[in-house]
C-alpha cells in the first residue's frame, strides 16, 4: 500500500516526508495507522550517527488503530488502540525471563534496519529497500510491527497523546517503578529534567520518596519539576549538586538516574550516592574515567545502565495510562503538538530544550 514517511536519506540530514510503498503484514505482524508518534533523542541519533542503515525511515513511539492483523496474532484485532514500543524476539533467555529489553537480539531488531524475518517492509517508489527503526517507523501514515511491539491501551484517552509511553516515558518512570525499586521514604536525585527525568521524578511521586531532587541548567524546567513531584531542585550553573546534597543528606543520596549522557555530570550522580547506593544510566554517553576503589568499589556503589525503563511494555504501559486516568502520571504537561510537514522544526524544539515532548499528529 501507498503511505508517507519521513526518511532520513543519509547521515545528519534533515527528514523528508515522502511517498513509500508499504508491504502487507504477514502472519505474525501488525498493520497500523498512525495517529501520531513522539520525538526522542534516539530519533535524533537515528538521523545523525548512522545508528541504523540510510536511507531509514524513523519514528518509534508510535501510537494509532488497528487496520489488520495476521493470521497467527491473538493480542489485537481492528479498531484496537495501541501504542507501539521497542522489538524484542519473545523467545531469549532474557525475555522469557521478563526482561525484553535486555533481549539479546535487541540491537539487531532496532538499529539492523529490518524486520524479525531479515526482511524489509518499506520500499521507495523506485523499488529500494528503506530501513525501518525500532520495527516500526512511525513517522509514517501506516506501519508494518510485529506483535511483540504492540500494546492495546484503553480507547478512552486520546490516543494522539500516548505514543511517548512507548520509550521515553516508559524509560524514566520505568527504571523508577521496575528496576531501583525504591524503598518508601528513601531519597533519589534525578540528573536531567527532560522527558526522561521528568517521568522518572513523577514515578518517584507515586512511591512516596521523602526527597527527589532535580537537577538541571534551566530554572522553567525546574519549576515545572516542582509541580511533578520535585522535592528539591538544584540549578547546576549556579550550585554544585554534590555540595547541596551534602548539606540536605550527610550521608549521600540512596538512589540517582543521569539522563543527560554528560560525563562530568554521570560522575556526579555517582559521588552524590551514599554508600551501597545505585546510579542508573539511561542517557547516550561516551567515556567515563572512575577510580574504581576510590569512586565505586570502595564504598559498594552499583553503577547500572537501564534500557527501556526494563519494562514488559504490554504489562507497563497500561499501567501507565492508569496512573494517567488517575492523575497520579500527568506525561500530557510535557508535550507540544505538530503537525507532520512541520516535523524538521519539531526536531529542532527538541534540541534546543524549548519543547520537551514534541508529539507529531500524522493522520487525524
Same mark, same amino acid.
Given at each position: 500500500m501507498k503511505i508517507a514517511t519521513a526518511v532520513a536519506q543519509q547521515q545528519g540530514t534533515k527528514l523528508t516526508v515522502e511517498s513509500a510503498e508499504l508491504d502487507e503484514p504477514k502472519a505474525n505482524e501488525v498493520l497500523v495507522e498512525i495517529k501520531a508518534s513522539g520525538i526522542c533523542h534516539?530519533?535524533?541519533?537515528?538521523?545523525?550517527?548512522? @545508528?541504523?542503515?540510510?536511507?531509514?525511515?524513523?519514528?518509534?513511539?508510535?501510537?494509532?488503530i488497528v487496520k489488520e492483523v495476521g493470521s497467527s496474532v491473538t493480542t489485537v484485532k481492528p479498531g484496537d488502540h495501541v501504542v507501539l514500543s521497542f522489538s524484542y524476539c519473545g523467545h531469549c533467555e532474557n525475555?522469557? @525471563?521478563?526482561?525484553?529489553? #535486555?533481549?539479546?537480539?535487541?540491537?539487531?531488531?532496532?538499529?539492523?534496519?529490518? #524486520?524479525f524475518d531479515g526482511t524489509h517492509r518499506i520500499h521507495s517508489e523506485d523499488g529500494k529497500n528503506i530501513s525501518t527503526f525500532f520495527g516500526q517507523s512511525s513517522f509514517s501514515t501506516y506501519s508494518v510491527v510485529d506483535e511483540h511491539g504492540v500494546t492495546k491501551v484503553p480507547s478512552d484517552v486520546d490516543i494522539n497523546l500516548l505514543g511517548p509511553l512507548g520509550c521515553g516515558f516508559q524509560t524514566g518512570a520505568g527504571t523508577v517503578l #521496575?528496576?531501583?525499586?525504591?524503598?518508601?521514604?528513601?531519597?533519589?536525585?534525578?540528573?536531567?529534567?527532560?522527558?526522561?527525568?521528568?517521568?522518572?521524578?513523577?514515578?518517584?511521586?507515586?512511591i512516596g520518596m521523602d526527597h527527589i531532587i532535580a537537577i538541571d541548567i534551566h530554572d522553567n524546567r525546574?519549576?515545572?519539576?516542582?509541580?511533578?513531584?520535585?522535592?528539591?531542585?538544584?540549578?547546576?550553573?549556579?550550585? #554544585?549538586?554534590?555540595?547541596?546534597?551534602?548539606?540536605?543528606?550527610?550521608?549521600?543520596?540512596?538512589?540517582?538516574?543521569? @539522563?543527560?549522557?554528560? %560525563?562530568?555530570?554521570?560522575?556526579?550522580?555517582?559521588?552524590?550516592?551514599? %554508600?551501597?547506593?545505585?546510579?542508573?544510566?539511561?542517557?547516550?554517553?561516551? $567515556?567515563v574515567t572512575f577510580n574504581i576503589q576510590e569512586e565505586v568499589m570502595g564504598e559498594s556503589k552499583r553503577v547500572v545502565g537501564v534500557i527501556e525503563g526494563d519494562a514488559i511494555p504490554q504489562l507497563f504501559i497500561p499501567?501507565?495510562?492508569?496512573?494517567?486516568?488517575?492523575?497520579?502520571? %500527568?506525561? $500530557?504537561?510535557l508535550v507540544k503538538y505538530y503537525k507532520f510537514a512541520d516535523i524538521n522544526q519539531a526536531f529542532e524544539?527538541?534540541?534546543?530544550?524549548?519543547?520537551?515532548? %514534541?508529539?507529531?499528529?500524522i493522520s487525524n
Open positions: 534516539t530519533d535524533a541519533a537515528g538521523r545523525d550517527f548512522a @545508528t541504523t542503515p540510510y536511507p531509514v525511515a524513523l519514528g518509534h513511539e508510535g501510537a494509532g525475555c522469557l @525471563t521478563g526482561h525484553p529489553a #535486555n533481549c539479546i537480539h535487541l540491537n539487531e531488531l532496532n538499529f539492523g534496519g529490518h #524486520n #521496575n528496576y531501583l525499586k525504591p524503598e518508601f521514604g528513601s531519597s533519589i536525585a534525578i540528573f536531567g529534567t527532560g522527558a526522561v527525568g521528568l517521568s522518572a521524578m513523577m514515578a518517584a511521586k507515586i525546574l519549576e515545572l519539576a516542582k509541580k511533578l513531584g520535585a522535592t528539591e531542585t538544584i540549578n547546576s550553573q549556579k550550585h #554544585n549538586p554534590e555540595e547541596v546534597i551534602k548539606t540536605l543528606l550527610q550521608a549521600g543520596i540512596e538512589y540517582s538516574i543521569d @539522563t543527560t549522557g554528560v %560525563p562530568a555530570v554521570i560522575k556526579q550522580a555517582v559521588h552524590v550516592l551514599k %554508600p551501597s547506593g545505585t546510579c542508573a544510566l539511561l542517557g547516550m554517553a561516551g $567515556d499501567k501507565l495510562v492508569n496512573y494517567y486516568k488517575k492523575g497520579l502520571f %500527568p506525561f $500530557d504537561r524544539d527538541s534540541a534546543d530544550g524549548s519543547v520537551i515532548k %514534541p508529539i507529531v499528529k
